[in-house]
């Protein structure tokens, strides 16, 4: 099992800027791929970046690719969401999960590449 908390959410301008949090605990060990997720209201969860174990990889979706940045402290269990030039069809609620599969084909980016999710944390933008 591997729990995950999301933190760092919160009201801000667009052109701002926030950096999200997400604490693992438990079967922090076999975690690979770390992900992030947004889902808007009446919109499914979509893919916004992965960071592989050894944080020396990460794939953007096109949406955040140059504004947003994900990154990793192994040694905190923390992976990071770094925002910034935020605009309002940024906001929604983003999650964290985590990928226990050690070797794919292809980059984790759907859903059902993720083994555990953490509760979310809210971002709105405001324009």
């Known amino acids: 099992q591997v729990q995950l908390v999301e933190s760092g959410g919160g009201l801000v301008q667009a052109g701002g800027s926030l950096r999200l949090s997400c604490a693992a605990s438990?079967?922090?060990?076999?975690?690979?791929?770390m992900g992030w997720f947004r889902q808007a209201p009446g919109k499914e969860r979509e893919f916004v970046a992965t960071i592989n174990r050894s944080g020396l990889s990460t794939y953007y979706a096109d949406s955040v690719k140059g504004r947003f940045t994900i990154s990793r402290d192994n040694a905190k269990n923390t992976v990071y969401l770094q925002m910034n030039s935020l605009k309002p069809e940024d906001t929604a609620v983003y999650y964290c999960a985590a990928d226990l599969t050690l070797w794919r084909e292809k980059i984790p980016t759907t859903v059902s590449d993720y083994d555990y999710w953490g509760q979310g944390t809210q971002v709105t933008v405001s324009s």
């Open positions: 438990g079967r922090t060990r076999s975690t690979y791929h």
